[in-house]
Nanobody, 112 residues
Framework: QVQLVESGGGLVQPGGSLRLSCAAS????????MRWYRQAPGKERELVAS????????NYADSVKGRFTISRDNGKNTLYLQMNSLTPEDTAVYYC?????WGQGTQVTVSS
């Protein structure tokens, strides 16, 4: 069955960086568009970034453009999200997504 396991979240100070990873299994990872979503307390889940099967096409939410970088390693079946210049507004649970499948999420907290 499809499994998506996120890791790399944690507590970081404003201006800091984190790198999230999503280990995928149970499907042909290289054949699917992959996405990162996030959900802050009291808010709806929002799309953060998406990446095409080969990484050629990438899109970002306006709120993270220039700060976050999505990437994938099809040989390792892993999706990444490099997050720089973090602000408290980036605090959320971050989810890896493939079509209608979701990981359990990883908490990112940006606070001094």
């Amino acid at each position: 069955q499809v499994q998506l396991v996120e890791s790399g979240g944690g507590l970081v100070q404003p201006g800091g960086s984190l790198r999230l990873s999503c280990a995928a299994s149970g499907f042909s990872f290289s054949m699917y568009v992959m996405r990162w979503y996030r959900q802050a307390p009291g808010k709806e889940r929002e799309l953060v970034a998406s990446i095409s099967t080969t990484g050629t096409y990438i899109n970002y939410a306006d709120s993270v453009k220039g700060r976050f970088t999505i990437s994938r390693d099809n040989g390792k079946n892993t999706l990444y999200l490099q997050m720089n210049s973090l602000t408290p507004e980036d605090t959320a649970v971050y989810y890896c997504n493939k079509a209608d499948s979701w990981g359990q999420g990883t908490q990112v907290t940006v606070s001094s």
